[in-house]
């Protein structure tokens, strides 16, 4: 089980940026991307601020020059767009040159299209294009289309977690020698849905949310897509890639406690933490920064704070939560924090947890609040899901 | 490589697979829609607490009691849950009423139970299972998804028992939307007829089959898992030497397979590509299907699944789901191959042990 999983390519559409660079960019000047809906007809207009990627359907449908007859669903849209840049950013030419495959990550799906005609459906044919994208393999069927790849294609929905497990999954094939390279992330656009159904959760916030303060109130939603190409060592060495980032450990737990709600002592956070370090192999003292799950919600920022402190004793490593720049993007937020988290072993930046004022009084974590520069070699992530699914990664440099 | 053996399986569906017996009792169906035969859920759930779970929960939450309790295993190492829909009762329960209510006097519980992972995180939270827990949600190779995953966590040293189920309900807006694209049959066939309909699309059904495998074997234990691949796209032309390389990849030639479990759901469009192997690799070998008997649905293969892991154990074919009549013989390796509407194919190898 030595071997190594490189990561040679990544892509990403977000509410602060339609490229990796925009993506770095509004990350550095601290520029989040959150407003109140515009997109969406909802009668929760004025009342809840999101993270909206600022290119409209028609938009999309243009860039990638999809033919009247296409449906796809925004999921699939923002999908696509993601995962061809990943894979231009790897430079392959041939994608079927070694064993590839793809493993995406959605929660919503095409539920866009679905609350849009649902009873139109019933009434006339016009959209019935759309029936057949509703389910969640839709969207990665028409990414591995576009990309071309024919035989293992997958996808995991496990809620917020959704795409630290399909990085996972790639990762583990790497290593079983199933697959030579795997496309790995997901995508998720906003939905009236989703919206509504945080809403009647009560865990929405009316501003900005605030990660990690004591008084948060609530996550911001927001809609995403990331892909990752992870590659072989013998595919890195053959073609003499140039790697961006190793996924170094992984480990994926259950909190058995709640469906929707974290345990109090962090149990399933904990334990996914220290299975990631298991398969990692490395110390908890080794990492420079943690991309904390940070929704701003006040059960998971206390919930997620007491495991930390569980996992890494009084030394806890500087932690920011990028959710204050994107907004939750359910089960993209893994993959779009996975690119985050190589950006910062690249660039030996950690990014700043907006909006933070005061520490939460019972374990008094203070978050890194402005851009710092310093040699990170090790990046830990985590991501937590409804369901009790809590799933950690590990990035290194080497 | 570790090994992987079947060691525990539990089955709701529009059969009476939870009762003793192996299919000796069929029930036919006259309509495109089969629900599955309830079991007593009192048994297996307090009431107050199947009141407030949806109905995939409760199937899922029997099947794979019933597969642990076969196994003699109380908590498992990991649960890996395939499903298409998720409990797609509830998402047309919270899309409905954000529309006929305009977005108000919503309530949470019909969204938490939309998730897809509920199912698989119920059966840990009711377990108190604090092991890995993934949910695949990929159309028709949902189920197979977790058995790859399953043999690899086997080999990564991570597990010894492994819950691994598929489960799907019906959702009644969503069948009407099916009728109307014609997945669904228009005509009501019979699900006895199913297989010589000669129409456009199916009959759909829902179910939970769960299995526990091991790296163990033990006295209980159905079969062995030799092997899974997925093929998001394969035409019909190159599906004979796509079997051919994975059977040779598992040293196994044509005539060593004893029997096929076929996907057939009598959409006359899409089962040319069992026709194909039917008359063709395996025109000589022992022939089944099932999906008369289960409908069709994202994780139906899973059926086809628990019905090849009996047949290895009995040793035994019940006459109904016989496509030919080949001579008896010792039914030792039996290869899987389903799809849906030609995409996402599976194939799978068995092994008696």
Known sequence: MSKRVAITGMGIVSSIGNSVEENLNALLQSKHGISKISSIKTRHIDEIMVGEIDLSNEELIKQLRLPESQNYSRTALLGVVAAKQAVENAGISDINDCRTGLISATSVGGMDMTEKYYYQYLEDETNHKYIGGHHAGDSTHKIAEQLGITDFVTTISTACSSSANAIMLGARMIKAGKLDRVVVGGADCLSKFTINGFKTLMILSDTYCKPFDNDRTGLNLGEAAAFLVLESDEIVAKENKKVLAYVSGYGNANDAFHQTASSDNGEGATLAMQKAFKVSGILPEQIDYINAHGTATPNNDLSESIAIQRVFGSKIPDLSSTKGFTGHTLAAAAAIEAVYSILAIQHNLIFPNLNFNTAIAETGIVPVTEVKEKPINYVLSNSFGFGGNCSTLIFSKN | ?353
């Open chain 2, 1 to 353: 490589m570790k090994n992987c053996y079947i060691n525990g399986l539990g089955c709701v569906s529009a059969q009476k697979t939870t009762e003793s017996g192996f299919l000796d009792d069929i029930v036919f169906y006259d309509t495109n829609i089969l629900p599955v035969i309830n079991p007593n859920y009192k048994e297996y759930i307090p009431p107050a607490a199947a009141r407030r779970m949806a109905k995939g929960v409760k199937m899922g939450v029997v099947a794979s009691s019933l597969a642990l309790k076969d196994a003699h295993v109380e908590v498992p190492d990991a649960i890996i849950t395939g499903t298409g829909m998720g409990c797609l009762q509830d998402s047309e329960k919270f899309v409905s009423a954000i529309i006929d209510n305009d977005e108000e006097f919503l309530t949470p519980t019909s969204f938490i139970q939309s998730t897809h992972n509920t199912v698989g995180a119920q059966i840990a939270l009711g377990l108190q299972c604090k092991a890995y827990n993934f949910t695949y949600v990929h159309s028709a190779i949902s189920f197979e998804s977790c058995l790859i995953d399953a043999q690899m966590k086997f080999n990564e040293d991570e597990a010894s028992t492994i819950l691994v189920g598929g489960v799907d309900e019906h959702g009644k807006h969503t069948n009407d939307l099916h009728r109307l694209i014609g997945h669904i049959k228009k005509e009501e066939v019979g699900s006895a007829d199913l297989i010589h309909s000669n129409t456009d699309g199916s009959i759909f059904g829902e179910g939970a089959i769960f299995c526990t495998l091991s790296d163990e074997k033990t006295e209980h234990s159905y079969a062995k898992l030799v092997d899974v691949e997925i093929y998001s796209q394969l035409s019909e032309e190159n599906l004979e030497s796509r079997i051919k390389t994975f059977l040779e990849a598992n040293k196994l030639s044509i005539d060593d397979i004893d029997l096929v479990v076929l996907g057939n759901n009598g959409d006359v469009t899409f089962d040319s590509y069992y026709k194909t192997i039917e008359e063709g690799l395996f025109k000589k070998t022992q022939q089944v299907y099932y999906k008369h008997l289960s409908g069709e649905f994202n994780t139906a293969s899973a059926f086809g699944f628990w019905l090849a892991s009996k047949i290895i154990k009995e040793q035994e074919i019940p006459t109904l789901v016989k496509i030919n009549d080949q001579p008896k013989k010792t039914y030792k390796n039996v290869l899987l191959y389903n799809q849906y509407r030609g995409e996402n194919h599976s194939l799978v190898v068995l092994q008696s042990c």
